[in-house]
């Protein structure tokens, strides 16, 4: 138990930093990023402590847990904040297209 313990130590400060960094960030690739690194530390969590035994308490089976859970909720993190950002390199559909067009030559009307 003392093990998992330890671990789940180490991780557990480096996931708030990730957190508050997270809740700081201002811009989506900033945000995808740091989702990104929160998501690659969770799996190096979760390949550390892949080791301790199942049935080891249950101090010990709940922090097994705990990185597999982080690793969702980055995961999710990640994925949303990277279809925020890639939202707006989306292409303008046909609709848009056509209006801008219509106020581009409204605003050539009103000039001449």
């Known amino acids: 138990m003392d093990v998992a ?4 130590k180490l991780y557990f400060i480096p ?5 508050t960094a997270l809740g700081t960030a201002r ?4 945000k ?13 969590w979760a390949h ?6 199942p049935h080891a308490g249950n101090l010990a089976s709940a922090l097994r847990s705990a990185p597999y859970f ?4 980055w995961g999710f993190s990640t994925l949303a904040h990277s279809w925020r ?19 581009e030559l409204k605003e050539k009307a009103s000039v001449n």
């Open 27 to 30: 811009t989506e690739p900033l």
């Open 32 to 44: 995808t990023a740091v989702s990104a690194l929160g998501f690659l530390m969770a799996a190096f």
């Open 15 to 19: 996931s708030g930093l990730f957190l």
């Open 85 to 103: 950002w890639f939202e707006k390199w989306k292409p303008a559909t046909r609709i848009q297209r056509l209006e801008a067009r219509v106020k």
């Open 48 to 53: 550390s402590i892949a080791d301790i035994p």
């Open 70 to 73: 982080f690793l969702l909720l």
């Open 5 to 8: 313990l330890e671990i789940a």
